[in-house]
């Protein structure tokens, strides 16, 4: 069998997580919160899923700018790697600038920022909007002329090394402060202290920021999260809300040129009273305090992990055998996975619309044997579901909430 030996990098990554927490416990700091780590989490799985189903696409974009509009040919050699990797994290620096200063590409990048917390878990905060946006970007280096598949393999090293950032639990690494991006660089580009602001958009070295001006040193401890902190673990609503707020602003614009000053404006033009009204229309009201004081239930929280943990599982089963699984199945699974990520959020929210999230993750289920096991699945899958749906309405429904919110 041919395996997909990427899928590993799942769990890899949990195992440093793992660690950095011990550390962390070790140093007797409170650096991971239940549904920070959770929300942060879901985020990842959701990118991990559809970046399996979007990586061709990036990779045919690549082959063909290179082969129609290549300027060079550039060779893999020694030469070529060092100038696509300094290439690369030049193209970086600008992408990740422009994501904090133009509109447009905030509202898809301000998933990655929101997270009360700073560590690992924190670096899957990535979505598949934002690697849309960053391929625009990195379109320029087959242009160049470098070679799609040395791209792509660029891509994968330049990708693994902020993960490493996104810690609290390392120091200042002396010299390595004047040449590399450093854990203490990037806590102060997560910090929402004024003084922090729109700094160190470095990826993996730090003279791109010291040559542009954007460079400040940690000093004092950061402030982690969005200026205007988000209050909300909803899946949905992370990916969204930015997106959410720029339609709106550009509605409320009036004049052509008063849209396009929105959409490509500075975050800060934004009025920040449109995230309000998009709150109440549609988060339901302390969410956030209500979860806080259910989730300290060890029940609910080993429900919510058990919901998380399963996920990883198939995720990683489905990443690895991903040749062997048919289109329809390959469907199914992503469908079962975000209904899974969308239903840990609605539960750590306490949304009453949990329950049918449940319901269709079942069905979802229902289908998937129906679709391995054939026409013998049929009277098994009808019996099954009658018997489900009395016991929705005689005992699940009035039992359900009870049981995991306590």
Same mark, same amino acid.
């Given at each position: 069998m041919?395996?997909?030996? *990427?899928?590993f ?20 700091k409170?650096?991971f919160h ?45 030469w ?8 690369t ?21 301000v ?8 560590n ?23 242009v ?10 660029m891509?994968?090293i ?6 490493? *950032?996104?810690?609290?639990t390392?120091?200042? *690494? ?8 450093t854990?203490?660089?990037?806590r ?38 969005l200026?205007?902190p988000?209050d ?31 959409l ?15 709150e ?9 305090e ?9 029940r ?10 399963g ?7 489905? *990443? ?71 016991a ?10 009870r049981?995991?919110?306590?």
């Amino acid at each position: 069998m041919h395996f997909n030996w *990427l899928a590993f990098a799942v769990p890899l990554f949990l195992l440093f997580i793992g660690l950095e927490y011990l550390v962390a416990k070790r140093q007797k700091k409170n650096y991971f919160h239940f549904n920070n780590s959770v929300a942060n989490l879901n985020i990842g799985v959701g990118e991990r899923l559809l970046d399996s189903f979007t990586v061709g696409g990036f990779y045919f974009v690549y082959e063909y700018l290179h082969q129609h509009f290549a300027l060079f040919d550039i060779q893999a050699n020694v030469w070529g790697w060092v100038g696509l990797l300094i290439a690369t994290d030049f193209v970086w620096y600008w992408y990740h600038r422009l994501a904090h200063e133009i509109n447009v590409f905030w509202a898809v990048h301000v998933v990655h920022h929101q997270s009360d917390d700073f560590n690992y878990t924190v670096s899957a905060r990535i979505t598949v909007f934002q690697a849309v946006v960053r391929t625009g970007f990195w379109s320029i280096l087959p242009v160049v002329g470098f070679p799609a598949e040395m791209i792509t393999t660029m891509l994968l090293i330049h990708g693994l090394y902020p993960f490493f *950032l996104h810690t609290r639990t390392i120091g200042k *690494l002396g010299w390595l402060e004047y040449v590399l991006v450093t854990p203490s660089h990037h806590r102060v580009h997560h910090a929402s202290n004024p003084q922090y602001l729109d700094k160190n958009y470095g990826d993996m070295f730090i003279i791109w920021d010291k040559l542009f001006g954007t460079f400040a040193e940690e000093e004092e401890e950061p402030t982690y999260g969005l200026t205007k902190p988000l209050d909300s673990h909803s899946f949905l609503w992370q990916h969204f809300h930015g997106l959410l707020e720029l339609l709106m602003a550009t509605q409320r614009a009036t004049g052509w040129s008063a849209k396009w000053a929105v959409l490509f404006g500075r975050p800060d033009t934004v009025d920040p009273g449109i995230r309000e009204e998009l709150e109440n229309r549609f988060l339901s009201a302390n969410a956030v305090e209500r979860s806080v004081a259910h989730n300290k239930s060890r029940r609910f929280r080993g429900y919510v992990i058990g919901q998380l943990a399963g996920t990883l599982l198939i995720l990683f089963s489905f *990443l690895l055998l991903d040749q062997y699984v048919p289109g329809y199945l390959q469907f199914l699974t992503a469908l079962f996975i975000l209904l899974t990520a969308i239903n840990c959020g609605a539960l750590l929210e306490q949304r009453q619309w949990v329950l049918y999230l449940e319901i269709g993750r079942v069905g979802v289920l229902w289908l998937a044997l129906y679709a391995i096991l054939g026409e013998p699945m049929l009277i098994v899958l009808g019996y099954i579901g009658a018997l489900s749906f009395w016991a929705y309405f005689s005992l699940i429904q009035k039992r359900y909430f009870r049981l995991i919110y306590g």
